[in-house]
Each structure stands twice: as structure tokens, then as C-alpha cells.
């Protein structure tokens, strides 16, 4: 493709693109087809010949878009709703271009500076310690999962040398979690072949917050069982229904104990540069780690998650390896990522978050999550006091657990109720909504996070509900 033809197509794809967004309100949020219908509409060998990018483009619009499920529509509340945003969308062009391996400081220094920059800027709007450093990694889970490679590497036991098989010397070592921590958090354990005997899940109270006392009982246990306590996971902002740990009361604990203590605020953490939310990271200060996703709500589009912790020492020790072929005469001066991490090279992420965030400002940033805050008050204000419907947890943020509960039903029909009635609002095309079960009762999610989803948008999801309940009454 010469210059002519990508600036041509380039062009032509960011109108594409502009008016998509202009026209999103009107596509189906959910893809309304069947599974294998987009296969069968592929050929199942590669073209042996170049096609035009005419025809290219065209089955955008054909083959593609009737097969998306629409992230970037603003009526999309389930799991939790996040957004691109154009300053971001264009950062991420740019990464493409450039197409920097940032395995090595020499191999993309912008990557490698301005990764630590922009962090420090994050870290600096979410009122974090000083003493965390940033990285980023892709996701959530694999931010984790270095967290607790690095704690591991911090009991001192050779785990990096000998491993952990075939080793009568080694305990068995624990790893806490509450009941309501990411499954992200397990398959860490998993894949670092701790073993998920390793785990260690602690009940939580009525408010789905980790049981403090319940967590001091199970490390004393653990203690005179002869195991290895190492490490506490807590949550700021769980999955199910953003419930916020005590991690002010979980600090002393670990400090007791010697233990690492990562703070899982994969989705939470945002809220935090808006400055009347940022008690959300009361005792955080005093964490090992924290993870926090701005692809989940800072309108950065995925992939970058921040991993910010204490002992880059630990993570350098836990994962630094360097071949003859990688060495270069700074290496002492400078950070090279492919220290910290399992992977070589490095997609250049930071650019497209750098963008983001001169483009917004914090206080633009703030104002758009205070937004959704708001409106997540407002959906559940009407829940409230609606006859027919509860709140089934607190909303300390922009996600709302309900369901229906109209008089007459009985407690044993209100998932099947529920159920059906999430089921009609997601096969509307017009809103899309997720649940949990919480206390075994099947809940309705509606989560707010996309940059585009305003008043009308929620209203409009409350009616599109009631009128589902009205056709299942
Ligand atoms: N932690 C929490 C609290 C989450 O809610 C999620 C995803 O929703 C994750 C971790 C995993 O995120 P990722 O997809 O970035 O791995």
C-alpha cells in the first residue's frame, strides 16, 4: 500500500469510523445473530490474490458490523460498561504505525519514558503514594498476576531457582481472597502453580466486603498448620456489585504478618481522581500493589491496565532474564520492560493514555465519571421508589444491583422473572444488561462507564424494564 492509497483509505476509514458514532444509537447494542452465522458467511481459505480495499471496506459493513456486540454504544450497562474516546481511538493509530517492540529503553525510549511519565500522572490523580511505581500490562489479570509473582519471589524460598514440585522443604503457601474477588485473582494462582489449594477465599459481611476477622482467624490457622501465608488480595470495587474491601483495616493485618498486600481496583481505581470518591483508597497508601484498568473507565481504549507497586526490585528479581542478544551498554541507567514481565516486547500503550489524558484534563476526566455516578444515583433513586422493584446492594459508584420483586410473586419465581426480564430488554437491541447472583438470587447489573451514555439513555433503559414487567405479569 503506497502513501496515496493508505492516506486515501486512512480518510476514508476515520469518516467510517466518525460516523459510526454518530449512528451507534441506532444499531442493535447486542449482535443479533447466531452462533457460526459469521463463519459461514467467511471463505475458508485465504485469498490467494490481494483484494481492493473498496471491497475490503464494504464488508465492514456487511459481514462485520451485524456480528459486533456494541461496546461503544452509550446503552450499553452490562458487565462493566466502558468506552473508547477519540483521542484515545487515535492514540491507538498511532501505536500502530509506529509499531514499537518495547522490550529494551534503546528499543523505543518515547515508549519507555512516557510510560513513565503518564504513570506518574495517573498515580498523582488518584492520590497514590509516591512509593508506587507503575507498568503497564495488558489486562487486569495479568497485572495481578505479576503482583503475586512478586510477592512470591518476596518469601524468599527459591521458588525462581528450584521452583515449586518435588520439594519436601517448601509449605504449602497461602494467598487470601474474599468470596467476592475476580476469578482474574484464581487463574493467577493457577498459572503460577501455587495450585488453588494455595487460595483461600474469606466469607464477607452483609455489604459483600471482606470479613476482617474472618481473615485474621484464617491466618492464625493457616500459621499452626505450618503453612506459608504470603499474600492478601483485596477488592476496591468487586465485580459483582462494586463493594470496597476494608482495606484500611486489612493493612495491619498484613503488616502483623509480613504479607503483600495487592489491591485489585481494576475497575474502582478511577474513580479516584475525582476528588470527592478518593476515600474509595482509604489504606492503599500503604499497599504492596494495586491494579487499576483505565480501558475500564478512564475512556482508554482496551487494552492498558496499570500495575503500580512498591518493589519493582521483586518484579525485576522475579522475571529479568537477559540473553547476550538483549544487552546493551545502558541497561544499569535505564527501564527496560521486558524486565518486569513475562512478555519480550511491549505494545507502546502509553501513547493512546498520554493522549487521553492532555486531550480531557483530569478535571474533564473527573466531570465524565462524576457523570456517571450521578446517573447511576438517579436509575437507582427510581428503583427505589418503585413498587415493583429493589435495590439488592449498595451503589457506591456508577453500578446498580436490582431486581423485580412485585407483590404476588414468590421469592422461588423471581430469578425465572428476572431472568426473562433481562432477556427481553437484551433481545430489544436496545439496552444491554447483565446479572450476578448474589445471596443466590439472581440480580440485574446495570453499569455505567460509556463517555456517550447520558440521562435519556438511562431513562430509556428504566421503561424498556417495565415494560418487560408488564408483559411478564
Ligand atoms: N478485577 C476486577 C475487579 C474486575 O471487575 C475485572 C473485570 O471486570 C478484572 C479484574 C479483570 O479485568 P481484565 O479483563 O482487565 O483482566
Redesign the pocket.
Known amino acids: 500500500m503506497d502513501t496515496e492509497e493508505f492516506r486515501r483509505f486512512g480518510h476514508e476509514l476515520i469518516d467510517w469510523i466518525a460516523d459510526y458514532f454518530d449512528h451507534i444509537d441506532d444499531l442493535p447494542v447486542l449482535a443479533a445473530i447466531e452462533p457460526g452465522d459469521l463463519k459461514a458467511q467467511l471463505p475458508p481459505a485465504p485469498p490467494l490474490h490481494g483484494e481492493p480495499m473498496e471491497q475490503i471496506v464494504s464488508d465492514l459493513d456487511r459481514l462485520i458490523v451485524p456480528a459486533l456486540t456494541h461496546w461503544s454504544h452509550p446503552s450499553f450497562f452490562a ?2 460498561a466502558t468506552s473508547t474516546s477519540g483521542p484515545g481511538i487515535l492514540g491507538e493509530l498511532l501505536t500502530a504505525a509506529f509499531d514499537n517492540k518495547a522490550m529494551l529503553w534503546r528499543t523505543s525510549p518515547a515508549s519507555t519514558e512516557l510510560e513513565e511519565v503518564t504513570l506518574d500522572w495517573l498515580r498523582q490523580m488518584m492520590g497514590l503514594d509516591p512509593g508506587l511505581t507503575g507498568i503497564i500490562y ?7 498476576m505479576h503482583a503475586i509473582a512478586a510477592a512470591r519471589e518476596g518469601v524468599e524460598q527459591r521458588i525462581r531457582e528450584d521452583g515449586m514440585s518435588g520439594r519436601p522443604d517448601l509449605p504449602l503457601l497461602r494467598i487470601y481472597i474474599s468470596e467476592q ?5 484464581e487463574k493467577g494462582v493457577i498459572t503460577l502453580g501455587l495450585g488453588q489449594r494455595a487460595l483461600r477465599k474469606i466469607p464477607t459481611d452483609a455489604e459483600f466486603r471482606m470479613d476482617v476477622r474472618a481473615l485474621a482467624a484464617a491466618i492464625e490457622e493457616d500459621k499452626r498448620a505450618g503453612y506459608l501465608p504470603f499474600c492478601v488480595v483485596a ?1 476496591v ?3 459483582s456489585t462494586s463493594s470496597i474491601d476494608p482495606v484500611r483495616e486489612i493493612v495491619p493485618l498484613c503488616e502483623e504478618h509480613a504479607l503483600w498486600l495487592h489491591v ?5 481505581g478511577s474513580a479516584a481522581i475525582v476528588p470527592e470518591f478518593r476515600p474509595i483508597l482509604a489504606g492503599c497508601d500503604r499497599a504492596d500493589s494495586l ?1 487499576t ?1 483505565p ?2 473507565w478512564l475512556f482508554t481504549p ?2 492498558l ?1 496499570v500495575l503500580y507497586c512498591r518493589h519493582m526490585d521483586l518484579l525485576k528479581r522475579a522475571f529479568s532474564l537477559v540473553p547476550e542478544y538483549l544487552k546493551t551498554p545502558e541497561q544499569e541507567k535505564v527501564r527496560s520492560g521486558s524486565d518486569y514481565g513475562i512478555q519480550l516486547g511491549r505494545r507502546f500503550r502509553a501513547l493512546k493514555l498520554w493522549m487521553v489524558i492532555r486531550y480531557f484534563g483530569h478535571e474533564g476526566l473527573a466531570a465524565r465519571i462524576r457523570e456517571h455516578v450521578r446517573l447511576a444515583n438517579l436509575f437507582a433513586s427510581w428503583v427505589e421508589s418503585a413498587a415493583d422493584w429493589e435495590l439488592m446492594a449498595a451503589h457506591p459508584l456508577a453500578l446498580v444491583c436490582f431486581r423485580s420483586h412485585p407483590s404476588g410473586f414468590a421469592e422461588n419465581d423471581l430469578d425465572a422473572l428476572n431472568e426473562a426480564i433481562m432477556h427481553g430488554v437484551n433481545a430489544s437491541g436496545r439496552a444491554l444488561l447483565s446479572h450476578t447472583k448474589l445471596n443466590d438470587k439472581l440480580t440485574l447489573r446495570l453499569s455505567i462507564g460509556n463517555i456517550r451514555t447520558t440521562e435519556a439513555h438511562v431513562r430509556a433503559v428504566w421503561d424498556l424494564l417495565n415494560e418487560q414487567l408488564r408483559r411478564k405479569q
Open positions: 458487565y462493566f495488558d489486562t487486569a489479570s495479568v497485572s495481578s474477588a475476580h476469578s482474574s485473582i477488592t470495587g468487586t465485580t485489585d481496583a481494576a475497575y474502582a491494579v484498568n480501558h475500564k482496551f487494552d491496565s
